[in-house]
């Protein structure tokens, strides 16, 4: 099956620094790929859609200049929250659609002290 | 904007007894999903449903889609230990978007 990958899984930075996280596409080219926060106990929330070759659509409520999504190429897909602050801290996970199947990376952990 | 709810919000079984989460759009689908999410663990993808009225099998899991194509269910005959998690739906409505239920979180005591 499809295989997605993201880095790190762990993160913990001070508060005002920026943090990029990637998502690849591994074994699949994914034009489309899709960024989630999610906090404890708590559903996924899709937070932007990341397009190739052309600019992210967000969801309302979410900041776009906070959350800077580039999709570069067919394969990789990165979120930088820039300065980030304790609230911030969260469970973030990409996924990208292969044969109308929707397939989740690992997620990762940020932590803003 | 679109919603997406489940019921119950949480449910506690004896190994052995049936579970049912139901997931309830305000907004007619053109598919859906499940997924099931371990604690600590990323959501992993167990079915979509497409067609109205569709029931599908696997092993203990029967997963279902209302005639409407607002709702759908989950069921699982004899739970085990190992059907520990949190159960999501997840919702299209047409963009390959999909919009997370609110998830529910299934214990099952030995």
């Known amino acids: 099956g499809a295989v997605v990958s993201q880095h790190p899984s762990r993160v913990i930075c001070k508060s005002g620094t920026s943090v990029k996280i990637e998502c690849r596409s591994l074994?699949?080219?994914?034009?489309?790929m899709f960024w989630y926060r999610q906090f404890p106990k708590q559903s996924l929330m899709l937070m932007a859609t990341s397009n190739e070759g052309s600019k992210a659509t967000y969801e309302q409520g979410v900041e776009k200049d906070k959350f800077l999504i580039n999709h570069a190429s067919l394969t990789l897909s990165t979120l930088t929250v820039t300065s980030a602050h304790p609230e911030d801290s969260s469970f973030y996970i990409c996924s990208a659609t292969y044969s109308e199947t929707q397939y989740f990376g690992p997620g990762t952990r940020l932590l803003v002290l | 904007g679109q919603q997406v709810m489940q019921i119950p919000q949480y449910q506690h079984v004896q190994e052995g007894e049936d579970f049912t989460t139901y997931c309830n759009s305000s907004t007619t689908l053109s598919n859906i999903q499940w997924y099931k999410q371990r604690p600590g663990g990323h959501p992993v993808f167990l079915i979509q449903l497409v067609k109205s009225g569709e029931v599908k099998k696997q092993k203990r899991l029967t997963f279902q889609f209302g005639e409407a194509k607002k709702n759908s269910s989950l069921h699982i005959t004899a739970t085990q230990t190992t059907d520990v998690g949190t159960y999501f739906c997840?919702?299209?409505?047409?963009?390959?978007?999909?919009?997370f239920g609110t998830g529910t979180r299934l214990k099952v005591l030995a």
């Open positions: 997840a919702a299209d409505s047409g963009t390959y978007k999909y919009i």
């Open positions: 074994d699949f080219q994914a034009t489309t």
